[in-house]
Structure formats: structure tokens, C-alpha cells
Nanobody, 123 residues
Framework: QVQLVESGGGLVQAGGSLRLSCAAS????????MGWYRQVPGKQRELVAA???????NYADSVKGRFTISRDNAKNTQYLQTNGLKPEDTAVYYC?????????????????WGQGTQVTVSS
């Protein structure tokens, strides 16, 4: 079994910062592409930032220059540093990872999601 556990959300004033963490645990052979998504009620979940196993990154236009995604492969953890937060960044933030694990004689890659962490930015 694989689990992703997020932490670091909270309430912050506009212009403030938060650092979100997402730790993967379980029978992991390899973590592949990872990313952060966010969702507000009544809207679809949207990609915020993504990072490949090689460290290449991409960002939603709305967060470029303010958010930074990173990963620590030794700790099976990814991070999202959020700076210059705006009220429109308020959402539940979810982490996602493509995880390769052993199933019997083979290796399987599946997507896993964290439980979500609330980020609220007050004006």
C-alpha cells in the first residue's frame, strides 16, 4: 500500500507564504512525476505545478514566479513553496504522484493522491 500525506496548509494573509509538503510512504520502488493540484467548490481540480523525476518543472500561468515545486527523492517527499499568496489562491491543495511498486513478479505504476490540505488567504 502507498500513502501520500500532505501538511503545511493553513490561514495566511494576502502576501504571505506557506510551504506545503507531501510525503509518500509504503512499498515504493520509485516515485516518478509528481505534482500539486488545487480545487475550489464547484470547480474542476486544476494543475498548479508539476515536477518530473529528472527535476523538470512546469507551472500554471497564475502561479508562475510565486510558487516553486521541488522534491527530495531520498525522503520520498515533494514540496510547494507558495509566496505572494492572493485570495484567489484559496483552495484545497492536493498532491499527486505516479508511484512504481512491485506486485508479485512485476512492477506496476499507478497514480496516488493525498487527502488534501486547505489553504485560505485572507485579504
Amino acid at each position: 500500500q502507498v500513502q501520500l500525506v500532505e501538511s503545511g496548509g493553513g490561514l495566511v494573509q494576502a502576501g504571505g507564504s506557506l510551504r506545503l509538503s507531501c510525503a509518500a510512504s509504503g512499498s515504493i520502488f520509485r516515485l516518478n512525476d509528481m505534482g500539486w493540484y488545487r480545487q475550489v467548490p464547484g470547480k474542476q481540480r486544476e494543475l498548479v505545478a508539476a515536477i518530473t523525476s529528472g527535476g523538470s518543472t512546469n507551472y500554471a500561468d497564475s502561479v508562475k514566479g510565486r510558487f516553486t515545486i521541488s522534491r527530495d527523492n531520498a525522503k520520498n517527499t515533494q514540496y510547494l513553496q507558495t509566496n505572494g499568496l492572493k485570495p484567489e489562491d484559496t483552495a484545497v491543495y492536493y498532491c499527486k504522484a505516479a508511484v512504481t511498486y512491485r506486485r508479485g513478479p512485476t512492477y506496476v505504476t499507478e497514480d496516488y493522491w493525498g487527502q488534501g490540505t486547505q489553504v485560505t488567504v485572507s485579504s
